[in-house]
């Protein structure tokens, strides 16, 4: 049941809700906005760091360890290119820790349209987002990247006698983009279980279907690994292999809403 509270604010004219809608995207630009000065400003002082500094230190440390044993270094190219890094970086913690107030505004505009027991079966999804896709991050950053990195660096060559040697200097942005990609790739597939099951919640798709249609999407999480990584077999493989475990998990998860469901119906 709805509170009185509840269903004067689901009762709202449509002005009521553009405002309200306003009200709460406004919360949001104005958080981001706040923290992406907040960690782009520079403090005065020679050699002084800002967040976005501390930040990309901490992106590049898988590179660094290994760069470290051979003496290499990161470089940029062009005159903007290191204004533009801390820009990128910068948006990057916006974006990471306005996230969760995001979710939270969405759902307060959501909530007052809900019926309790709705609110009670969708809270564990809303729950489940930002836990997953830091779950894809952190596979990123303490597996992936460091596999990967030695997978590239290995390319390189020592010089010697009428030849050249092959070293690697990345480029800052270069490398920022991909981490960047890389996280934000497996940070958004692992929202599949959170997807699939608000379609079965919502009668879209069945657990027998998405059983019966496992070999496409075995295909379609290959297809996927290999448009969203660098060109090389280890992050693909890192980035499908979860997918499929995690498309497997949505089946048994979805199975068991749907008995949760009919369970509710029969004693209803």
């Known amino acids: 049941m709805k509170s009185n509270k509840d269903e004067e604010l689901a009762s709202m004219s449509l002005m009521d809700h553009l405002t309200e809608l306003r009200n709460r995207i406004g919360i949001i630009l104005i958080a981001f906005v706040a923290l992406f000065l907040l960690c782009f400003i520079r403090p005065l002082g020679e050699g002084s760091f800002n967040a976005a500094d501390y930040v990309y230190f901490w992106l590049q440390a898988p590179l660094a360890e290994i ?11 062009g005159l903007h290119e290191g204004f533009f890094t801390q820009v990128k970086v910068a948006f990057f913690i ?8 995001i979710l939270l505004q969405v759902w307060r505009f959501v909530a007052p349209g809900l019926y309790r027991n709705e609110r009670s079966a969708f809270m564990p999804f809303l729950l489940a987002t930002p836990i997953l896709f830091a779950m894809g991050t952190a596979m990123v950053y303490y597996l992936v ?6 997978f590239f660096l290995s390319f390189e060559m ?14 800052i942005s270069e490398y920022l983009s991909l981490v960047m990609r890389l996280m934000f790739a497996f940070g958004v597939s692992f929202e599949l279980p959170v997807i699939l099951l608000l379609l079965t919640k919502a009668g879209i798709v069945t657990p027998r279907g998405l059983a019966r249609n496992r070999k496409y999407a075995i ?8 448009i969203l990584t660098p060109p090389d077999v280890i992050s693909q493989i890192m980035l499908a292999i979860p997918v499929i475990l995690l498309y497997e998990f949505s089946i048994i998860a979805a199975r068991f809403l749907n008995r ?3 369970y509710e119906e029969t004693n209803d």
């Open 67 to 77: 760069l470290a044993e051979r003496g290499g270094r990161m470089i940029f190219t």
């Open 94 to 101: 916006s974006i990471s820790i306005t996230f969760p107030l």
């Open 145 to 150: 990247i460091p596999l990967a990195w030695e």
């Open 158 to 171: 020592v010089g010697g006698e009428g030849t050249l040697p092959i070293e690697v200097e990345p480029r």
């Open 219 to 226: 295909l379609i999480a290959f297809v996927a690994a290999a």
């Open 260 to 262: 949760k469901s009919e």
